[in-house]
């Protein structure tokens, strides 16, 4: 199957720093990716869906101001955590689908642990 | 209201025996895809399985198949043989509308224990 990456993948911030997350579709174009934030024994909330080229789109009660998302390019999408909390150390992961209508399932990555002190 | 439901936060099978995962879903579309994922401990999400609402067949990728019964709105996955690197977190999902880029909706998970 398609491979989708996260980097990097664990990273732990004092508050107030932002922290970058990359995900990168390696064998595919994404024109949409997602972004879901998993908190432990958690299920996966949505908080974003990030399409190339548009601004992206969020679920409510995410504050866009906080939660950075640009996808720059069809391989690749960002999420950026402006100011971080100490409330904000979850698990972040990306997925992405084959543009190209290869499939039905979305592709996840690795994921990413926000730690913030 | 939930639309995916997950009734059995942890279950524990015997080593070789199957298992059932319960789900049930929430949907007024017509048009809906229906995931398992098998979260490790490691965090990543493994894509399992998928079931489109239209499919008459049930789905079946190796020991995993996935019981639609549509009228009951449930998709219930199946893991035949189970073995000791089953033991994860096993979340259903669901894609609502026909447009298979659309997001997915996670259900709040099952935690399978394989026994030796």
């Known amino acids: 199957g398609a491979v989708v990456s996260q980097h990097p993948s664990r990273v732990i911030c004092k508050s107030g720093t932002s922290v970058k997350i990359e995900c990168r579709s390696l064998d595919f174009q994404a024109t949409t990716m997602f972004w879901y934030r998993q908190f432990p024994k958690q299920s996966l909330m949505l908080m974003a869906t990030?399409?190339?080229?548009?601004?992206?789109?969020?679920e409510q009660g995410v504050e866009k101001d906080k939660f950075l998302i640009n996808h720059a390019s069809l391989t690749l999408s960002t999420l950026t955590v402006t100011s971080a909390h100490p409330e904000d150390s979850s698990f972040y992961i990306c997925?992405?689908?084959?543009?190209?209508?290869?499939?039905?399932?979305?592709?996840f990555g690795p994921g990413t642990r926000l730690t913030v002190l | 209201a939930q639309k995916i439901t997950q009734t059995q936060p942890g279950m524990f099978v015997q080593e070789k025996e199957a298992v059932t995962l319960d789900c049930t879903y929430d949907?007024?579309?017509?048009?809906?895809?229906l995931f398992w994922y098998k979260q490790p401990s490691s965090g990543e999400m493994i894509f399992l399985i998928y079931?489109?609402?239209?499919?008459?067949q049930n789905a079946t990728e190796g020991r995993y198949s996935l019981n639609f019964q549509k009228a009951r709105k449930s998709a219930n996955l199946v893991i035949s043989a189970s073995q000791l690197g089953d033991s994860a977190m096993y979340f259903c999902?669901?894609?609502?509308?026909?447009?298979?880029?659309?997001?997915?909706?996670f259900g709040g998970g099952t935690r399978l224990m394989v026994k030796p």
């Open positions: 990030s399409n190339e080229g548009s601004k992206a789109t969020y």
């Open positions: 079931q489109g609402s239209y499919d008459e």
């Open positions: 949907t007024s579309d017509q048009s809906y895809g």
């Open positions: 999902a669901m894609r609502e509308g026909p447009n298979a880029g659309n997001m997915l909706t």
């Open positions: 997925s992405a689908r084959d543009g190209r209508g290869w499939g039905n399932e979305q592709f």
